[in-house]
């Protein structure tokens, strides 16, 4: 029969020191590795999912974007177009992504309105990771310049008279365009007829052509106002925009409605803290960059930035006022019909 040794304290010490001292050679073993592919990171390309055709003004900002920080990362981000459903085909792509920091792309901030839908099946608070506001966009209200409409006050009083007689093109049901002129419709106390168009394009060309009475859209106005066919009758944002200083808003006419769709970037839940800090270091320096403004500029698009944890706030604080929207505007019943 075998006998077990005898208890000796102080090897049952030893033991355990040994064992702790083991655990601790280890633990530093793995920790550096888990430095190292963090201080690695990135290893090859990243792919950018931009959620909107190519040639549009997010599509044009994102890219800008895209090439300052692949510079700062010294790595190439490759830009991949994933378009429809407002925007919400690239959003899903990029919630289903791997969390591993080679797939990023724009988060729309319309995710607030569409999860809250059914476009989108996941809440934008909680299942995505945040990585910067960049900037907004430039809407407003446009009519041939041969058009009756002079000012937006004649828009308000003919709408007044003729309710639900005066036209206008937006580029589809539950989108900024769409959303945004209901709610100068509800504050003006009017009511018009809205016609939806798969993108502000086909809206823009029917209202050249005295199809349509208004367009509201975002900046594809622009270069027909400079070139003398459309008259700017308001913009949406906070300010004037820079390149028409002559437009009023909508709220220095009275209207309370500000609409600047700010865009931002974001990543999959669970990104790692380390890859989450440079992706949002990088991203901070691509949007304070000369290369950017010049873009944003050009594009109308007032720069709008926001570190990470501050645009998951901003985005939860517009969660809560769409709530309100989609219930006022009966955006759901919209949707229902069409």
């Known amino acids: ?121 996941l809440d934008p608070r909680t299942e995505l990771t945040y990585l910067a506001r960049t900037s907004g966009q430039t809407f407003g209200i446009a009519v041939p310049v041969n058009s009756r409409f002079k000012t937006l006050q004649d828009v308000v009083a003919a709408a007044k ?13 539950g989108g900024a365009t769409h959303v945004g002129m209901e709610q100068f419709a509800l504050a003006a106390g009017v009511k018009f007829n809205a016609i939806a168009y798969k993108g502000g394009a086909a809206a823009l060309q029917d209202v050249l052509a005295g199809q349509v009475d208004l367009l509201a859209d975002s900046s594809s106005w622009a270069p027909h106002v400079e070139a003398g066919k459309l008259r700017l009758l308001s913009t949406w944002g906070e300010q004037r925009a820079t390149r028409f ?27 790692p803290a380390a890859v989450e800090k440079k992706l949002r270091d990088a991203f901070r320096a691509a949007v304070a960059s000369s290369e950017f403004h010049q873009v944003a500029a050009r594009l109308d698009a007032p720069v709008m930035y926001l570190d990470g944890p501050d645009y998951k706030k901003y985005v939860a604080t517009v969660y809560d006022q769409e709530t309100q929207l989609i219930q006022k505007l009966r955006l759901k019943e919209l949707l229902q019909q069409g």
């Not at 890219?63 to 830009?79: E, H, M, N, T, W």
């Not at 003729?162 to 049901?173: E, K, L, M, N, Q």
């Not at 200083?245 to 990104?271: F, S």
Request: aromatic content about 4%; charged content about 15%.
């Open 1 to 121: 029969m075998t006998q077990g040794l005898p208890f000796n304290p102080k090897r049952r010490k030893l033991l355990i020191g040994g064992a702790a001292a083991a655990a601790a050679g280890t633990a530093g073993i793995v920790l550096p590795g888990v430095g190292r592919a963090a201080a690695e990171y990135p290893e090859r390309p990243i792919t950018f999912i931009c959620p909107w055709p190519v040639g549009g003004t997010a599509d044009q900002s994102m890219r800008a974007l895209c090439q300052v920080a692949s510079g700062i990362l010294k790595q190439s981000i490759v830009v991949e177009n994933r378009a429809g459903a407002s925007g919400m085909i690239g959003t899903r792509a990029l919630a289903r992504a791997n969390p591993d920091g080679y797939t990023i792309g724009q988060i729309p901030i319309s995710v607030t309105r569409f999860s809250q839908l059914g476009m989108l099946q």
């Open 161 to 173: 008279a003729s309710p639900g007689r005066i036209t206008y093109g937006h580029a589809g049901v």
């Open 245 to 271: 200083k002559d437009t009023p808003t909508l709220k220095e006419l009275g209207y309370n409605v500000v609409v600047e769709a700010p865009n931002g970037i974001g990543a999959p839940k669970g990104l």
